[in-house]
């Protein structure tokens, strides 16, 4: 399956947009990296391929229907979305807000059925969390929270998962858990969007890059060929060193003066 971008265009304010004929897929199999300065358009374009905003122009398909034509339902059904941030109404437990994951799943005025509950405690235990199922969300820490809404996303079983920024504010240890869990499930067909402000974790996780810079690609393809030094300076407008061997680089840093 594809989720594909054709000539997309999105502005905020009238006359000034934020995105300008941006043409890109999310292919089953695959986990893309979005990368890209702050305000380069990252977010926004997820979120019109996700469904959650309407662009000005240009049209995103899911393999050869485009994307409005699905009801909200059929939507969530196919791609999931999982925010930066998430603060729901009442407290809720961790395992409460995995499970709303299945919402897509479950009839009005039904109540889950047994492979949602287990859908939401498989999703935990990918990430390591079981221990955390009864704790309410709200007396989490910043970066718990973000894996339990990694988990909820999960736990929706859409084709394609589109994730924004999943990695920030996260220890190495758990960037390694997150990005490993949905790298496992990539392997199982799954295609993954990933925003995120690390290109080297798009080095060390990604199949394809896309990088970002003033609401256009300016590059995209392998790791190894966008997360370098030229394409890198031209986006954030500083020098990088690339350090690695003759398969490409390993990592990527700021150059010092």
Same mark, same amino acid.
């Given at each position: 399956m594809r989720l594909r971008a054709?000539? #997309?265009? =999105?502005? =905020? /304010?009238?006359g000034r947009p934020v995105l300008r004929g941006i043409t890109l897929e999310l292919r089953s199999g695959e986990m893309a990296f979005l990368l890209g300065p702050n305000g380069s358009g990252k977010t926004t374009f997820l979120d019109c391929i996700g469904? !959650?905003?309407?662009?000005?122009?240009?049209?995103?398909? !899911?393999d050869e229907r485009a994307l409005g034509s699905f $009801?909200?339902?059929e939507r969530a059904r196919l791609v999931g979305y999982v925010p930066q941030f998430h603060e729901p109404p009442f407290n809720f437990t961790a395992w409460e807000v995995v499970l709303m994951g299945r919402a897509p799943y479950v009839r009005w005025l039904s109540q889950p059925k047994a492979r949602d509950r287990r859908a939401a405690d498989e999703a935990l235990a990918a990430l390591d969390l079981a221990g955390f199922r009864?704790?309410?969300? =709200?007396? !989490? $820490?910043?970066g718990e929270r973000r894996l339990v809404l990694v988990a909820r996303g999960l736990a929706q079983g859409a084709a394609f998962l589109l #994730?924004?920024?999943?990695d920030a504010h996260l220890d190495p240890a758990n960037q390694h858990r997150v990005l490993l869990a949905v790298q496992e499930v990539v392997g199982e067909g799954l295609a993954a969007g /990933?925003? $995120?402000h690390s290109p080297n974790n798009a080095l060390l996780y990604a199949d394809r890059v896309a990088l970002f810079a003033a609401g256009e690609v300016l590059a995209q393809g392998?790791?190894?060929?966008?997360?370098?030094?030229?394409? !890198?300076?031209r986006a954030y407008g500083i020098p990088f060193i690339a350090v690695g061997d003759g398969d490409g680089p390993r990592a990527v840093l700021p150059a010092l003066d």
């Open positions: 054709q000539d #997309l265009v =999105y502005a =905020y /304010i009238p469904g !959650l905003r309407a662009p000005a122009g240009g049209v995103v398909f !899911l $009801s909200a339902r009864d704790r309410p969300y =709200y007396t !989490l $820490s910043g #994730l924004d920024e999943p /990933i925003t $995120s392998v790791p190894a060929a966008v997360v370098a030094p030229p394409f !890198l300076e």
